[in-house]
């Protein structure tokens, strides 16, 4: 009669250490918001975040686009769920933080710094997108000692935006509230091929709850942001991943951005767009998880 209790105690054993792997699932669109963190860091900025995935696997954090949240990574995030995974609303954005100041590329890459001190995490995989991948290449540089590897998803090293550009223009244009059926909004979301519907549901109204004073702010970041000059010092392993469709950098900031990082792997998904990983979570995730292994 023993061994049935010592078999079922060991079993139990056993699956409390499975379980003390696993952070949490990945929320689904209804119950992301709910699932988000808050850590105060150590400027007195309070970021939220959400932390999925397995425990003691291998760190990624995961950067937002312009006027995204983390949602922004809800599709892909599932299948990466082999690493830890740490996935913020950046300052300005989502239920982060919306001070009127700063919001330098080296302000947002500096938060992102301290959540990691706040984690305790000291090496870390880092995914961004559009602004995102900017920040991540400012993280990369400032901390190189922090980035273990570096995945960029439409990105460029060039100016992101110029003064007077379609962009600037409707940014500048912005009044309260702004319309989340506007001809800019829906261009500014849209994807070049289908996408999660329930995901595109949920951006618009998380885009147009950003501050007009964030979009005002992060413009004039991005139209003097040039990240190739920092190329020089990020030492870590880079991947970039670039839809030939993307309409916001095209093959010309490609170019710039694998002359700089000339070590870099390069991969180029045909129709595809800028929201590269909306558009083709499957095909992204398996890039990223062959290249960080």
Known sequence: MLRPVVFRSAMAAAALACAATV????????????????ETLANGVTLRFVEAGTADGPPLLLIHGFTDTSRS????????????LIIPDLRGHGGSDKPECCYAIGNLAYDLKLLLDSRKIERVHVVGHSLGSIVAQRLAADHPERVQGLVLIGSTSLPAVSRGDWLWTNIMALRDPIDPKSPFISEWISVATPADPDLLAAVRPETVATPINVWRSIAPELAMSSTGRLAGEIKAPTLILWGDKDSAFGPGAQEELRRVLPQAR???????????????????????TAFLR
């Open 23 to 38: 952070a949490a699932a990945v929320p689904n669109q209804r119950e992301w918001n709910s699932a988000k963190q808050a």
């Open 266 to 288: 390069f991969t180029a998904f045909a129709g595809q767009g800028h929201n590269l990983h909306w558009e083709r979570p499957d095909a992204v995730a398996a890039a990223i």
């Open 73 to 84: 990574w809800s599709t892909l995030a599932p299948l990466l769920s082999r690493y830890r």
